[in-house]
């Protein structure tokens, strides 16, 4: 296959991302995945960092099963100079994306002791958190009878959680957290920006983030409580203890993690249950269901598909998925179209709750750099689903929503919506 690019099919412009809708896109996805199931492409534009003169182009691989195989194949597709599309500086990238920019063995150390830290009784007292959680946001929505539920409900939830979680003290500071999480996945929309350049918005809020991070692993060291901050800062490796960048940069993850996956998942499916009424019928039908429960909550992931691409680098030069790839070059998984896959899912675009199997994409391919959160994320969205529909059956979104510019986290800015206030 030819390394030009595919005419007519300019996916990296940002004004693919920006001028057009999620629908029209995947028009040009089901194109490459039937044409040029890895295709190539000029370099991605960036609002954050442009690139160099004279910058190659990437691979983008667009089929639900390249992608998992893609994923699961550590050793040629490596996650090391990151898994943004964008070259940032490594102390950009090991400060504030911690394992998840590693590879063999460190990544299995780190991954390892990140897991050691989920004991079943830890467990237990994460998911009676969510619980709570979810019925205590729930406790103040309901009886408003109309609001901006991006906002008021889908930021809140994931970010009181990972807050709490980690021990964040209650007040300014667990809003800042929340704001700083948000401005992370946010510094490709002009409005986000509030006026300052993308690479300022997103520096601001990864400095302060570590900033919190080691402030509240100096306490913890000093004074362990029983939280996750506690438990990673505790956790052993073969050379001893984790330096505090480290922690820190494991802090920086999640909180972003937290606003990019949960936090847009959840604005997605209350829009696709106003498109697909039947749908919210059924669910409200089966809300006690745990089976019903967990149909939904992956179907959520794959219909929002929160993440839309990760980037990987080849580490030599191989012929794969019927191209000539070389060392160093770049590689886009893209999710989005993973998750429309014809092959994969009948109907694919249709939202359907009832769909079993359900092997998305949503939280990665699989492989070891799967999403570690994808269990307590489904928990979230089962709780906060249950709980909404009891309580505010007659919820629907006012008009449409006001989705985020960017290539990369497929977000909802704004998702105005009413409903019955409860008494």
């Not at 003290?169 to 409005?191: F, H, I, N, T, Y």
């Not at 979104?397 to 909802?412: Q, S």
């Given at each position: 296959m030819s390394t030009q690019?595919?005419?007519d099919v300019d996916i990296s412009s940002f004004s693919f991302w920006s001028d057009t809708t999620f629908d029209e896109r995947e028009k040009t996805f089901a194109h490459l995945r039937a044409t040029a199931p890895v295709s190539w492409h000029p370099p991605l534009e960036s609002k954050l960092l442009e690139p160099e003169e004279g910058a190659k182009g990437f691979w983008g691989i667009n089929t639900a099963d390249l992608i998992q195989k893609a994923s699961r194949d550590t050793k040629l597709f490596s996650s090391a100079s990151g898994i943004f599309m964008?070259?940032?500086?490594?102390?950009?990238?090991?400060?504030?994306?911690?394992?998840?920019?590693?590879?063999?063995?460190?990544?299995?150390?780190?991954?390892?002791?990140?897991?050691?830290?989920?004991?079943?009784?830890?467990?237990?007292?994460?998911?009676?958190?969510?619980?709570?959680?979810?019925?205590?946001?729930?406790?103040?929505?309901?009886?408003?009878?109309?609001?901006?539920?991006?906002?008021?409900?889908?930021?809140?939830?994931?970010?009181?959680l990972f807050t709490n979680l980690f021990g964040v003290?209650?007040?300014?500071?667990?809003?800042?957290?929340?704001?700083?999480?948000?401005?992370?996945?946010?510094?490709?929309?002009?409005?986000m920006c509030r006026g300052k350049e993308p690479?300022?918005?997103?520096?601001?809020?990864?400095?302060?983030?570590?900033?919190?991070?080691?402030?509240?692993?100096?306490?913890?060291?000093?004074?362990?409580?029983?939280?996750?901050?506690?438990?990673?800062?505790?956790?052993?490796?073969?050379?001893?203890?984790?330096?505090?960048?480290?922690?820190?940069?494991?802090?920086?993850?999640?909180?972003?993690?937290?606003?990019d996956t949960t936090r847009h998942t959840m604005?997605?499916?209350?829009?696709?249950?106003?498109?697909?009424?039947?749908q919210k019928q059924r669910w409200q039908a089966t809300l006690e269901s745990p089976e019903a429960g967990e149909r939904l909550a992956e179907e959520a992931v794959r219909w929002a598909t929160p993440l839309m691409h990760f980037r990987r680098q080849v580490t030599r030069d191989v012929e794969w998925g019927g191209v000539e790839m070389k060392q160093g070059d770049k590689v886009a998984l893209w999710y989005c179209s993973g998750n429309r896959d014809e092959n994969a899912f009948p109907d694919p675009m249709k939202f359907d709750i009832t769909r079993d199997p359900n092997r998305h994409v949503g939280f990665g391919g699989g492989g070891p750099h799967y999403c570690m959160g994808a269990a307590l994320a489904r928990l979230t969205l089962r709780s906060i689903f249950k709980e909404v529909y009891t309580r505010?059956?007659?919820?629907?979104?006012?008009?449409?929503?006001?989705?985020?510019?960017?290539?990369?986290?497929?977000?909802?800015k704004r998702l105005p919506a009413e409903w019955t206030p409860e008494r």
């Open positions: 690019p595919i005419a964008e070259d940032f500086p490594d102390v950009v990238v090991q400060g504030s994306l911690s394992f998840i920019v590693t590879d063999a063995p460190r990544h299995k150390e780190l991954r390892g002791i990140v897991w050691s830290a989920f004991t079943p009784g830890h467990m237990r007292k994460l998911e009676s958190d969510i619980y709570r959680q979810a019925k205590e946001l729930v406790d103040e929505i309901a009886p408003l009878g109309e609001a901006d539920l991006a906002t008021t409900l889908c930021k809140q939830l994931p970010g009181r003290p209650e007040g300014e500071l667990r809003e800042e957290v929340m704001d700083c999480a948000e401005d992370m996945a946010s510094w490709s929309d002009e409005e690479i300022e918005l997103f520096g601001d809020a990864s400095f302060r983030l570590n900033d919190i991070a080691l402030e509240l692993i100096e306490e913890r060291r000093k004074k362990p409580q029983d939280d996750l901050l506690t438990w990673v800062c505790q956790a052993q490796t073969e050379d001893g203890m984790l330096e505090d960048w480290e922690v820190g940069s494991f802090f920086s993850l999640l909180s972003a993690a937290a606003n604005a997605h499916t209350i829009w696709a249950f106003d498109q697909f009424p039947e505010m059956p007659d919820l629907r979104v006012i008009g449409e929503p006001d989705f985020l510019d960017a290539n990369v986290v497929h977000g909802v």
